[in-house]
Nanobody
């Protein structure tokens, strides 16, 4: 099992920045990739960004490219999401997820472990 805990959410004005953190514990040796997803009220959970545990590959949703940056610190078993130039449409609960598979994917159903989520609210 892998346990995930997010932190760093909050309220920020449009144009501002936040950094989310996701600390992983447990059998992290089994993790192939980590990702961030988000879910706004009344909408489906959507992919935001992913990174392989090695850090060799990253992927971003078109809506966040150029504004968000994913990174990881393996010594701390932590993945980060730096969010800049935030927009009101970025408001959502952000979830960290871990994948034990071998295919680098953006599909929600392929991720095995999930955190409890952290709220990000961007005011206009």
């Amino acid at each position: 099992q892998v346990q995930l805990g997010e932190s760093g959410g909050g309220l920020v004005q449009a144009g501002g920045s936040l950094r989310l953190s996701c600390a992983a514990s447990g059998r992290t040796a089994s993790v192939f990739a980590m990702a961030w997803f988000r879910q706004a009220p009344g909408k489906e959970r959507e992919f935001v960004s992913a990174i392989t545990w090695s850090g060799s590959r990253t992927n971003y949703a078109d809506s966040v490219k150029g504004r968000f940056t994913i990174s990881r610190d393996n010594a701390k078993n932590t993945v980060y999401l730096q969010m800049n130039s935030l927009k009101p449409e970025d408001t959502a609960v952000y979830y960290c997820a871990a994948d034990r598979g071998v295919v680098f994917t953006t599909r929600t159903t392929e991720y095995d472990y999930w955190g409890q989520g952290t709220q990000v609210t961007v005011s206009s």
